[in-house]
């Protein structure tokens, strides 16, 4: 393995001299109580999996475009992403926060439980696909068939939604500025009460939106495809 | 799975570059694809004369086949590629089905050169020698078989008309029916693979007077299932994503190349890859890049 530790305290780790494997083993030993708190991957040349599965409240910086799954399985670490990410980036984030600079490609976020997602360009097909309590905040558009069957969380988008927007829906909370081209089965407006405009507001200011709250259209579940009780909606 | 790797050049100073880039980018989608894999490469044409792509059984003597045929060619492992006379193309094709029934006509065209076959990418790469051809596009495919086995004829890419190739990530669910109309029109297919009918039926549209762009936005309509297809003419390149767009495409654009991948991973060694305008194609739109011939 080839890791420095820069002056800074940053631990630099170079995929063009070592194995990806050793930085993802290298990763999955920390403990919570880490003093590497910083790391740099350089040379990601888009390699698949890289960073996948950290539980240690660190921050890690990736320098350049990566493959499918970054940051999957993301439990408590803030990961940056210099460049687009591949597939199903912080796919199942159970917590943290996964930051990618460029553009996602499909299913991003995909299935995660918690943690904030936040892409500063467009995310393809499918973003937010079973999504089970992650909030996901995507300053471009995204593309068709977003949020199916979302569970729980929020998907706030910037620009334009694809076709299907929501199909399948649970108790998601969908946010868009844009055109939305299709709502998907059981997903319909809903009015934007004072709670969601706070939920809205707040995610923005976490993700460093410029956006007004009056711009955004709020979407959710018709809640007619599945047994839905109001006297369970706490439980969502 | 399966992988595609296409570069478009747009700056000739790179064209002798270009074998040795599709190469290394075929290399890397060895995961995607180990069973097989196959490029088409458009370099230099000769005016009046038409380049026929063959393969023959191992061992096979193209020497005194081309002797026979009276005809310039060159030799890559069980392929080769002979300059035919543009006046003399039937009688040449009649003459290879005679005397030379083992030969297969892999492809014909003005400019393009189609090589394919069984094993890992880089030892097909290797054994034609890819990585010191020329040209100003090509476009690879690196197979894992699902619709039919593992055999050279079902290597992509496929080539159904003259310098047309096409590669396919995915599986068509309608290509027998597809089939038998495209029959009925006089079109001809080598094998009961899903991708041949795809090519076959933009040769067919082609024939029929649309342009590439024409004929992939007439595919969206008719073709049913799962595609990423990478296409070249002799001066175009095309891209198109079925609908559902389930199967992984990155594209990269410079002032000097447009390159698709499979994976980004594919396009991290293209000279100014960090400079690129990086983006995923849009499902069921046309991509299209021509130049002049």
Redesign the interface.
Known sequence: MSAAVAASGVVVFDLAASRLRDLNAALAGLTRETNFAAWRVENP????AIAVGVTAPVSITVD??V??YCAGMNDGADVTIL??A??GVAENMMSGRVHVM??A??AAGATAHGGLLVIEGNA??RCGISMKGVDIVVKGSV??MSAFMAQSGNLVVLGDAGEALGDSLYEARLFVRGKVASLGADCEEKEMTEEAAGILAGLLRRADARAEVSAFRFYGSARKLYSFHVDNAGDY | MCGIAGLFLKNRALEPELGAMTAGMLSVLTGRGPDSAGFAIYGSGMPGFLKFTLRGPAGFDFGAMAAALDVGFSVHDDHAVIGVPEEREGRVRAMLAQKFPQVAIVASGARMELFKGVGLPDEVCRRFGLEGMVGSHAIGHTRMATESAVTIQGAHPFSTGPDQCLVHNGSLSNHNDIRRKLVKEGMVFETQNDTEVAAGFLSWQLREGLKLDEALGAALGTLDGFYTFVVGTETGFGVLRD???CK?A?MAETDDYVAFGS??????DLPGI?RAH???P??SKVYFWERAA
Do not use: C, I, K, T
């Open positions: 040349r888009g390699e698949h350049g475009p493959g499918y460049g687009n591949g597939p460029g553009d490609s499909q393809s097909a593309g068709h | 609908p559902v767009a992984p990155v994976e980004y991973r594919a396009m991290a960090a990086l983006f995923e849009e499902p």
